[in-house]
């Protein structure tokens, strides 16, 4: 199994900035993609941004500019820093991998999802 640990997140306020970090731990064979997601209330869940085994990323429009994505292959770790944020980034925000594990048996795939992490921008 895979498990993501999430950490950062809190309140902030507008125009301020704050970084979220995913660890992953488990028999993980190799970690392709990682990401992040938000939801807000009464909205669903949408990508924040992404970043690719090989480093290459991507944002929502929105977050473009201010959002910035990155990763440590070596600490299996993906971190997002949030900078100008608007009370509009208000939402929990999950992180995402998926990759291959060592099930006991065989290299399997797995896309696992973090726990969440509340962020509020707000004066």
């Known amino acids: 199994q895979v498990q993501l640990v999430e950490s950062g997140g809190g309140l902030v306020q507008p125009g301020g900035s704050l970084s979220v970090s995913c660890a992953a731990s488990?028999?993980?064979?190799?970690?392709?993609?990682m990401g992040w997601y938000r939801q807000a209330p009464g909205k669903q869940r949408e990508l924040v941004a992404g970043?690719?085994?090989?480093?290459?990323?991507n944002y929502a429009d929105s977050v473009k500019g201010r959002f910035t994505i990155s990763r440590d292959n070596a600490k299996r770790t993906v971190y997002l820093q949030m900078n100008s944020l608007k009370p509009e980034d208000t939402a929990v925000y999950y992180c995402?991998?998926?990759?291959?594990?060592?099930?006991?048996?065989?290299?399997?795939?797995?896309?696992?999802w973090g726990q969440g992490t509340q962020v509020t921008v707000s004066s």
């Open positions: 995402n991998v998926n990759g291959k594990y060592h099930s006991g048996i065989a290299v399997v795939p797995f896309d696992s």
């Open positions: 488990g028999s993980i064979f190799s970690i392709n993609a």
């Open positions: 970043i690719t085994s090989g480093g290459s990323s």
